[in-house]
């Protein structure tokens, strides 16, 4: 009877452990389900949003603007050509030193005036058309003579253009050098030459005289009393031809800057308007130097603009009003075998437009009048 029983448990324990693997297995692949099912689910859920986003059409408004590439040269502010003034050592003088001066830097210097006293004797300006080579006795005659007339009757002092030194030079000549608040020279018995009150015996000593290349400019230095000069007589410097602006532009460049267009120059914080005052002919590049080949453009500089001193290095930028034109948006410009089209809003519906496009910078396209395009409509953008 016990071996019965223990027959009977021991069955019922492997009926049992045998119902646990199905078991098991259904519970496993249930869950995978559930899993799998629930994964689909949730990227549905993600996706659906997404596929039913719209895209927002993107315009831009059509404008009347001036499309046009701005040119900017680099260019370098040039000092202007200067002239000596020199003295020379005359008969009687051991040495060039000077006595006062007539002229301060910054003062303007023409043909009639007084520069300085150098060693006792004046120096007055003469023309640069009167040829100094000589000094000049009473009855002698030429071509310098002819200009010293011609040069005293301008200052005042009448002298008729005869072409001799006569007596009516000598006293145009004796009123100048008054003028001047010296006296002229004579010539005297021991040669040395000499003052007298009276025209009997005045002379033109050429050593007494200068003359400043194109009869105009400012001093820029000159020499204070006391100073005694050196070999080369420099009393002081003379600008001829103010301070400029020059900048090469290629041939293309050159285009843009026309003799009497505008230009803004910038030099740091310093900025000036002004107008090209010349353009040069073509200037081959020097395999030695940065420089490109083209035209020099240049620029006038008014003297003491602040900033802009000479070898200051400046930017110069055309500023001419350009021609204004529709424009739209460099993108909106579309092609289509050859043909330029932009897409153009009209209310829900869009409609193709083709357009001649003239020119393009800084992002933006000008199209040619007459296209079925005014101002205000909207071009879609990709």
Do not use: C
């Not at 009977?8 to 078991?23: C, D, E, F, G, K």
């Not at 004579?186 to 290349?213: K, L, N, Y």
């Amino acid at each position: 009877m016990q071996n019965s029983e223990a027959q009977l448990n021991s069955a019922m324990r492997r009926i049992q452990r045998w119902w646990l693997v199905p078991l098991v297995l259904v519970l496993v692949l249930a869950g995978l389900g559930a899993a799998y099912w629930a994964g689909i689910s949730s990227a549905a859920g993600e996706e659906s949003p997404q596929a039913t986003q719209e895209t927002v059409p993107v315009s831009a408004a059509v404008e009347r603007r001036a499309v046009t590439k701005q040119v900017i040269l680099s260019g370098k502010v040039v000092a202007g050509a200067q002239s000596a003034i020199k003295a020379t050592a005359g008969v009687g003088i051991a040495r060039l030193v000077v006595t006062s001066t007539a002229k301060s830097a910054g003062d303007e210097l023409v043909p009639g005036q007084l520069v300085a006293v150098v060693s006792g004797r004046p120096l007055l300006v003469l023309p640069s058309g009167v040829p100094l080579f000589r000094d000049i006795s009473p009855g002698q005659s030429g071509p310098d003579v002819k200009g010293l007339q011609e040069a005293l009757t301008a200052f005042g002092f009448a002298a008729p253009a005869t072409g001799t030194f006569d007596a009516g030079t000598q006293l145009a000549l004796s009123s100048w050098y008054r003028a001047a608040g010296s006296k002229a020279p004579t010539a005297a018995a021991d040669g040395t030459g000499g003052e007298a009150p009276s025209t009997s015996g005045v002379i033109f000593r050429w050593q007494e005289f200068v003359q400043v290349p194109g009869d105009a400019g400012t001093i820029a230095s000159i020499a204070q009393p006391g100073t005694v000069l050196g070999e080369e007589g420099i009393v002081a410097n003379v600008t001829i031809a103010e301070d400029t602006i020059v900048a090469r532009a290629d041939v293309l460049q050159a285009e843009s800057f026309p003799v009497g267009a505008p230009v803004t120059v910038h030099a740091g914080s310093a900025t000036l308007d002004t107008k090209v005052s010349g353009i040069s002919a073509f200037i081959p590049g020097a395999p030695d130097s940065s420089d490109i080949p083209g035209k020099d453009v240049t620029l006038p500089l008014v003297p003491g603009t602040a900033g802009l001193a000479p070898g200051q290095t400046v930017t110069v930028t055309a500023t001419a009003d350009a021609p204004t034109s529709l424009a739209v948006p460099l993108i909106a410009i579309r092609q289509e075998s050859g043909t330029a089209f932009v897409d153009v809003e009209s209310g829900s519906d869009v409609r193709r437009v083709d357009v001649t496009v003239t020119g393009q910078a800084d992002g933006w396209a000008a199209i040619a009048d007459g296209s079925d395009v005014a101002v205000g409509d909207h071009v879609r953008l990709p």
